[in-house]
């Protein structure tokens, strides 16, 4: 792929610039614990976004996407945001660098990825940490890392229109091979745990699906959870157990009951999982997983008839950890896979699958690897 910027960069400019890349990311366990101030344990992919970039002298950007064969030029103030989707993520980047104070100016760039888009791997993040990460360099602005996650985030607040946590940025930029990272999503407080499942396979499965419902379920499940951590005069429930969870369970609704319960036992898993991960017991791990998607379909109820298929497959064919990954209705499941077992689950599967639903998944398969960094 580096060959290919590289190629494309001379053709349209003529010279040669450097060259960044940054990742997209997974999400082994803790989901739907962001906004309840508790833990997520993403980790960066080998699948990212690569830039190749040079200072032009003017205030203009000039960018091409070599993947949509599309070209953007644009200014750096408020009013130059460019109309092609894709080049309104390096625009807000630049724009978050100047209202922080950083001064920069016009470049020329061009850019590819393979992070699928939209199936739940975070190109978008990949995008911005690669340009927030270049930009810091190139115009050697000494932002910490912390602050160039902040600034995708940003960019995706401010010029993109999606409210997304940190999670996705945070992972591209810090991410390590061979590396999870606990991010404490109350005290932005993390830690590295190993993830070298020697003898397994990472491997996402895209159901394809994507059910859009009506009556925004994430705001009711969030308001479920503030009126139980009020109920249990706690800011967040990160901060309940599942005994304080039973004392007031006569108090409120079932479902309301369901939803906490699912959060309560979800924020303990990550945990659990980073103490398996210490003593290298993947088998944990894996068992985790299966909880997390146990008490997303049954007691969040955010999986959907696709994803629990999968997961089902998966506990067929023996798998070691099996979960849909993300928000929940639609999107990838995350499997762990003993790699004996491999080849006979992702037939079992696709075939599986083509028959209940008449088209095969995607699979993807990942390897945890470094964050963002600088390849010429
Ligand atoms: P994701 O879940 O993958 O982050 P988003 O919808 O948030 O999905 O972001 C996808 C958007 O990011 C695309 O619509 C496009 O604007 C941009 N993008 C991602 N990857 C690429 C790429 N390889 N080339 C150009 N634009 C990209
Ligand atoms: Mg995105």
Redesign the pocket.
């Known amino acids: 792929m580096q060959q290919k910027i590289r190629a494309k960069f001379q053709e349209y400019f003529k010279t040669e610039g450097s060259v960044f890349a940054s990742p ?1 990311r997974i999400n082994l366990i803790g989901e739907h614990t962001d906004y309840n101030g508790g833990f997520v344990f993403p980790g960066a992919i080998d699948k990212g ?1 690569i830039a190749e970039i040079k200072l032009n002298g003017t205030d203009k950007i000039r960018a091409y ?4 064969d ?1 070209y953007a030029e644009f200014g750096l103030t408020e009013n130059d945001l460019p109309k ?3 080049a ?2 390096i625009f807000g980047v630049c724009r978050e660098i100047i209202k922080r104070g950083g001064e920069i100016h016009g470049f020329d760039t061009a ?17 911005e940490s690669t340009y927030a990460f270049a930009l810091n360099e190139l115009f050697q602005l000494g932002i910490d890392k912390f602050e160039l996650a902040k600034i995708g985030q940003s960019t ?1 607040h401010n010029y ?1 229109g ?1 409210k997304c946590g940190i999670m ?1 940025q945070f992972a591209s930029i810090f991410g390590k091979a061979g590396s999870l990272i606990r991010l404490d999503c109350r005290s932005l407080e993390y830690k590295y745990f190993p993830f070298n499942p020697k003898g397994y396979k990472l491997v996402l499965l895209d159901t394809l699906a994507k059910h859009e419902l009506v009556d925004s379920p994430y705001n009711k499940r969030r308001e479920s959870c503030e009126r139980v951590a009020a109920k249990l005069n706690v800011e967040f429930l990160r901060d309940a157990t599942l005994e304080m969870l039973e004392g007031v369970k006569p108090e409120i609704t079932e479902e309301d009951y369901m939803r906490a319960k699912y959060v309560i036992g979800e924020v303990q898993r990550v945990l659990d999982v980073c103490d398996a991960l210490e003593a290298g017991d993947y088998e944990t791990v894996g068992q985790k997983m299966y909880e997390t998607h146990y008490g997303m379909s049954k007691l969040y109820e955010v999986s959907c008839e696709e994803l629990d298929f999968l997961n089902d497959v998966a506990k067929e064919c023996g798998v070691t950890g099996s979960r849909v990954m993300g928000g929940g209705f639609g999107g990838c499941t995350i499997n762990l896979v003993k790699d004996e077992l491999y080849d006979v689950f992702i037939g079992k599967a696709f075939a599986d699958y083509k028959a209940k639903f008449g088209f095969e998944p995607k699979m993807y398969p990942v390897v945890i690897s470094d964050g963002s960094r600088q390849l010429a």
């Open positions: 997209g976004m996407s070599v993947d949509l599309d092609a989707g894709w309104k993520y850019f590819a990825g393979d992070v699928p888009l939209g199936a739940g791997m975070s190109s978008s993040a990949a995008l995706e993109v999606v996705d």
